[in-house]
């Protein structure tokens, strides 16, 4: 089956400049710069946070006009850069500014990714998207995964842009496996009348496989910079304990957490539930990550006492208002939500107003400067990505009825889709290729159909991966598989399950879960156990039939470099496979290429370009979850 074609590389240049977009384009615009350079590692130290613990923010937000001493937090979380609904940032700046009329203190604040999430966010690695926090007066942030998705040059240069400080008190410097001092501070304070808030900055320790593993590692593979978690959670809980210590000893006499651990299942021992329960002296928990809507959660702390958790969501669908009783100190929770205004007819929305039990205004409102900031960039990226590149007769979808995300857990159309563009890219340019590989964290898109532009594409693939072919074995493809499934059937959903093309498989999730990994969740070796995966199957384009895997043969796979290269997702089993080509075109381009490849750009059920080419290839795209290339038993 393993061919070893090759193309001349002045020929894939050519279509790559026939498949560009002027500005948009560029095969290595997806490629961020790895920690590991000299330039890097002394921007991370440039670029530090100035020195904020043990000093204070007092009345500068004060105004003469206040009627309320009460201390009020607004906060975010998992915005990822989803700037054009009805609450943006210019909508939550003017309410910040309103607040301030009203309350004798008003800080705004984010619990993680916000730089990375559609091409509002991409297009510029997230430059925009600062402006307009600073613009809209945030006052401290905590850096999700997400943030790490431009590179570790990227996130500092975002943090050196922001006119706010970076706190998290479990991001280190590391040498030789041993943990060194932090990058950031590990908290923020502020004096607001007779208390002083401590806001304490914790980063999920699942970054360094949810982003890229390369970013935190030297050009040699070594780690240079960690994110204190541990197996048991024991590392991430005394990092955190350390940091409520700490600022209290500083004077903090309410201390916060600003958390970007979330309440998933597949997050545990990491959790900001467990991380509540195994500390001391928090009074609060502004969380992020498991885009869980959660107002106010009471949760017990290590000796039994509450600590208020609370979550927004996603995408800005509500804003967090937390507000501190001057007298009392008690605190409590609310969301600043919207809804949509109708016409008579009961249906056209036309407009929306703000509804809250704290907040009392409806009206919306928005601060023009951020607001300008805002209209100017949007207009911008729907410029430049608007073109029409097909349309879609189906519904490519990863959701299911009730509003469940599927992507991450079984087959979707937008799935296969995706798998197939990729297969398609390197068939098309007549290279050997046998399987191609998806993770479902790197599919983001609701329900599409109609218009395919540039920018419909990057909504689907908004992380700028680009795609690779390499030579791996059987049994490599089949640890991969192994992997990608191992939390399946747990409830749990994994960002690494693998959507695949050219090849099917079964998942018997009645078999446990014995895969190896070490302390960071990157593979280490396959399962001690029985495999869950088997009746692997690999398409032959030569007899147009669907064979066994073979353990000992080699396949070409297409993928893209964050999950064949980078380890993004713990993805170790494929270190050491030959790289046939690398580079080749960024993601989202991979997909416009495949729309165009269909007959007049139109996307059906089952007329997709390889279908044609190679008849018994198992390709329909009428249901949202998908042909049947992956059974789960």
């Not at 699942?206 to 197996?231: C, H, L, R, S, V």
Request: aromatic content about 10%; proline content about 2%.
């Amino acid at each position: 089956m393993k061919k070893h074609k090759r193309i001349l590389l002045s020929f894939l240049a050519g279509m790559l400049v026939m498949l560009s977009l002027t500005g948009c384009g560029n095969a290595d615009a997806g490629v961020a710069e790895t920690a590991g350079t000299a330039e890097v590692a002394e921007t991370a130290d440039a670029t530090k946070v100035e020195e904020t613990a043990g000093e204070t923010d007092t009345d500068a937000k004060v105004q003469e006009n206040t009627t309320d001493g009460d201390i009020v937090i607004l906060y975010t979380n998992d915005v990822h850069t989803y700037v054009d609904g009805p609450i943006s940032y210019d909508v939550i700046a003017a309410v910040k500014e309103e607040l301030l009329t009203k309350y004798g203190y008003v800080y705004l604040v984010d619990a993680g990714d916000h730089i990375q999430g559609t091409a509002y966010g991409s297009m510029d690695n997230g430059e925009t998207i600062i402006k307009m926090m600073n613009a809209a007066g945030y006052d401290v942030a905590t850096l999700g995964n997400h943030e790490f998705d431009y590179g570790m040059f990227g996130c500092m240069k975002a943090i050196d842009m922001a006119q706010y400080p970076y706190v998290s008190c479990n991001f280190h410097h590391e040498e030789e496996g041993v943990c060194g001092d932090n990058v950031l501070d590990s908290y923020k304070l502020f004096s607001a009348g007779e208390e002083t808030i401590a806001l304490i900055g914790i980063t999920t320790p699942e970054t360094i496989t949810k982003t890229t593993p390369a970013y935190f590692q030297d050009e040699m593979g070594n780690f240079i910079y960690g994110i204190a978690g541990g197996e048991d959670g024991s590392e991430l809980y005394s990092s955190v304990q350390k940091a409520i210590d700490d600022a209290k000893a500083t004077g903090a006499t309410k201390v916060i957490a600003l958390g970007h651990l979330g309440d998933d299942p597949a997050s545990v021992p990491w959790t900001s539930e467990e991380t509540i329960a195994n500390v001391t002296g928090l009074h609060a928990f502004i969380d992020g990550h498991s885009h869980s809507t959660v107002e106010g959660k009471e949760v017990a702390d290590k000796n039994g006492n509450k600590v208020v958790l609370t979550q927004t969501g996603q995408y800005f669908d509500r804003i967090g208002m937390m507000i501190i009783d001057a007298e009392s100190g008690d605190i409590t929770t609310d969301f600043i939500e919207y809804k949509e205004i109708l016409a008579a007819d009961g249906e056209t929305v036309e407009g929306y107003e703000l509804c809250s039990d704290m907040y009392e205004r409806t009206e919306m409102i928005y601060d023009p400067d951020v607001q300008t900031i805002k209209d100017a960039w949007i207009a911008e990226i729907d410029a430049k990505l608007g073109q029409k590149v097909g349309e879609a007769a189906v519904i490519l979808d990863n959701y299911d009825a009730e509003g469940n995300r599927m992507v991450r857990g079984q087959e979707t159309n937008t799935g296969d889709f995706c798998a197939d563009a990729l297969y398609y890219l390197f068939d098309d340019l007549e290279m050997d290729v046998d399987i191609s590989v998806m993770n479902g964290g790197g599919i983001r898109n609701k329900a599409i159909t109609g218009e395919i532009t540039y920018k419909t594409c990057k909504d689907i693939h908004t992380f700028g991966n680009v795609a690779c072919l390499q030579t791996v074995t059987g049994q490599q493809m089949l640890d991969a598989l192994e992997w990608g499934s191992r939390q399946l059937g747990s409830g749990e959903e994994s960002g690494g399950f693998l959507q695949v093309s050219g090849l099917t498989y079964h998942i018997d999730t009645t078999k446990p879960c014995t895969v190896q990994q070490d302390e960071n969740g990157i593979w280490t070796g396959g399962p001690t156990g029985e495999y869950r995966v088997h009746e692997v199957k690999v398409y032959n384009k030569e007899t147009n039939e669907w064979e066994d895997l073979q353990l000992d043969a080699e396949y070409n796979l297409a993928g893209y470099n964050y999950t064949l290269r980078d380890l993004g997702d713990g993805y170790a089993m494929f270190e050491g496979a030959v790289n046939v080509l690398d580079y080749v075109m960024e993601d989202y381009m991979v997909l416009a290429n495949y729309v165009q490849g269909f007959e007049g750009g139109i996307v059906a059920a089952d007329n997709s370009p390889l279908l044609e080419k190679h008849p018994g290839f198992v390709t329909n795209y009428s249901e949202a979850t998908g042909s049947g290339r992956i059974t789960v038993e």
